[in-house]
């Protein structure tokens, strides 16, 4: 029997690429600009994980929300936020979204419903049902997308919400980006259940495993998820296997694995490199296609970069603004 065709069109396709490839530059940029020490405190990059996010916006309409950990700036490219203001929040400037006081883990966006950013290991959880509740409440069918991490799953707040949702068949979609290493524990060393989605069983939540690398996989998984959380039927659990290339953050030399293990995976499983296989093979571009796409996006990165470094720091006045007195 002949291998399935993924149904999706070039166009389609040339959108997820470009998407991705926008997040693995971004997050190279930001990176080099940590070293450069343009970036202060935590800085947790993406790399290695995109499809998620690119994958499930695809699923995404007005009025969804979105809302994750720390590990954040592909979720905010992802939506629509201007790599511009991403990066001048990351470097700490005026310009940014959160004027520059938010930095890395505490950017916001209520024009793209982007709610964070937040420090706190499944903290985000809660936040995100209440989203969903308020969606519940004044009778819409938007969803509200609440991502967190496989160390992330054994927090408290996480079940408790978990139970809320299912009572109140809140429409939330929560996504489990599962990296198998939290910080630096292997999710065998620290989760009793190899599935972490079949967590959701105890509150009656249905949920799947999905291949977090392969952005059609994401995408068709998403649309089961979202179609279920409009239909009122309640909340839905997805548990995206995924990899992240690099530490935990910035300061995170990954000695708790080999450098074999991540290049396998960069070798034989990139997210990028699956799509661009897809757009070659069927050809709908060329290689010098591609290379054309991935120098405007890098010259797209590089503008953002200026823009940061060109930007003014917050006036020492705005300390005292948005606080609570």
Not at 54 to 81: F, P, W
Not at 149 to 168: H, I, K, P, R
């Amino acid at each position: 029997m002949a291998a399935k065709k993924p149904n999706v069109s070039k166009d389609e396709l040339l959108e997820y690429y470009r998407e991705m490839l926008l997040i693995r530059r971004f997050e190279e940029k930001a990176g080099q600009l940590y070293g450069m020490g343009l970036i202060g405190g935590f800085c947790h990059l993406y790399i290695g994980q995109e499809a998620i996010v690119v994958g499930l916006e695809a699923n995404a309409k007005d009025g969804d929300e979105r809302i994750t950990s720390y590990r954040d700036h592909g979720h905010m490219l992802a939506c629509g936020m201007d790599p511009k203001g991403v990066m001048a929040e990351l470097t700490g400037r005026a310009t940014g979204y959160s004027h520059g006081k938010g930095g890395s883990m505490h950017m916001f966006s209520r024009e793209k419903e982007f709610y964070g950013g937040n420090g706190i290991v499944g903290a985000q959880v809660p936040i995100g049902a209440g989203l969903a509740f308020a969606n519940k409440y004044r009778g819409n069918d938007n969803v509200s997308f609440t991502y967190f991490g496989d160390g992330a799953s054994n927090q408290g707040q996480v079940y408790e919400t978990f139970n809320m949702a299912a009572l109140w068949k809140l429409p939330v979609v929560f996504v489990i980006e599962n990296n198998h290493y939290a910080m630096g524990t292997a999710q065998e060393r620290s989760t009793s259940t190899p599935a972490i989605h079949t967590r959701g069983e105890a509150f009656e939540i249905p949920g799947e495993e999905v291949d977090g690398m392969d952005v059609l996989a994401v995408r068709d998984a998403g649309a089961r998820a979202v179609a279920h959380c409009r239909a009122g039927k309640g909340p839905y659990i997805l548990e995206m296997n995924t990899y992240r290339y690099r530490g935990h953050s910035m300061s995170d030399p990954a000695k708790y694995r080999s450098r074999e293990e991540v290049q396998k995976v960069k070798e034989e499983h990139d997210a990028i490199d699956h799509v661009r296989a897809l757009l070659l093979t069927g050809k709908h571009v060329t290689e010098d296609e591609l290379k054309a796409i991935d120098k405007e996006i890098k010259a797209i990165v590089n503008e953002a970069a200026q823009f940061a470094t060109d930007s003014p720091e917050p006036d020492p006045s705005e300390l005292w603004t948005d606080i609570y007195a």
